[in-house]
């Protein structure tokens, strides 16, 4: 089956930084990856995706990096906000689809003011 | 606004009662799922259901059951609840296909067993 990990479980950053999120996955021959948002009391919110042909996928303020061969994901947030302060998780899965997507256990990102 | 609806927002149960969690997406999505959120566990799938008609256990599956009414709505049943099913349950839906934006999430459901 497939497990993923997030290197570090919280993040604290200053205002006006940028934050860079890790995730590693185990299987493979998973092909799509999600990052989504959790603010507290809230549902986890899609924030950007990227499939297993590209490397890099580009967002407003956000990038998602995807290098295959160590098999490890990270999202990197320019000019952090503090609106920008919650849990960030990554999913993967495999078929390419968003179909039963396997979580990875989250990192909280505080940002300072 | 388009999205998937949970209820209740909060329940508090006692040990061996019953309850079901309601969902309803109006995406036309095939694919539902319920997810139970613990502190330091991330979301960890209890059941799916790919498309309307099927459903299929998830990571941890025992001690509930579901029903996909229709494409609309898949439901979780705590037959007997039991402390350890105090937790954030969040339905979710997709299409199949992979397209679009991964789930949608609902806003959970705050279940306490005491």
């Known amino acids: 089956g497939e497990s993923v990990g997030l290197h570090l479980p919280t993040l604290s950053v200053q205002e006006g930084d940028n934050s860079i999120i890790n995730c590693a996955y185990s299987?493979?021959?998973?092909?799509?990856f999600i990052w989504y948002k959790q603010e507290s009391g809230k549902g986890p919110q899609f924030i950007i995706d990227?499939?297993?042909?590209?490397d890099k996928r580009q967002g407003q303020r956000v990038t998602v990096l995807l290098n295959k061969t160590v098999k490890h994901l990270s999202l990197q947030i320019a000019a952090t906000q503090p609106g920008d302060s919650a849990v960030y998780f990554c999913a993967v899965t495999v078929g390419g689809s968003n179909y039963k997507l396997t979580f990875g256990k989250g990192t909280l990102l505080t940002v300072n003011p | 606004n388009a999205g998937v609806t949970q209820t209740p927002k909060f329940q508090v149960l006692k040990t061996g009662q019953s309850m079901t969690l309601q969902c309803a997406q109006d995406m036309n999505h095939n694919s539902m799922y319920w997810y139970r959120q613990d502190p330091g566990m991330g979301l960890r799938l209890i059941y799916y259901?790919?498309?309307?008609?099927?459903?299929d256990k998830g990571e941890v599956p025992n001690g509930y059951n579901v029903s996909r009414l229709n494409k609309r709505e898949f439901s979780l049943r705590l037959e007997s609840a039991a402390p350890s099913q105090t937790s954030v349950y969040f339905c979710a839906s997709s299409s199949l296909v992979g397209q679009g934006n991964g789930y949608t999430f609902g806003s959970g459901t705050r279940l306490t067993v005491v």
């Open positions: 990227i499939r297993s042909n590209m």
């Open positions: 259901s790919a498309s309307e008609g099927t459903t």
């Open positions: 299987n493979s021959a998973s092909d799509y």
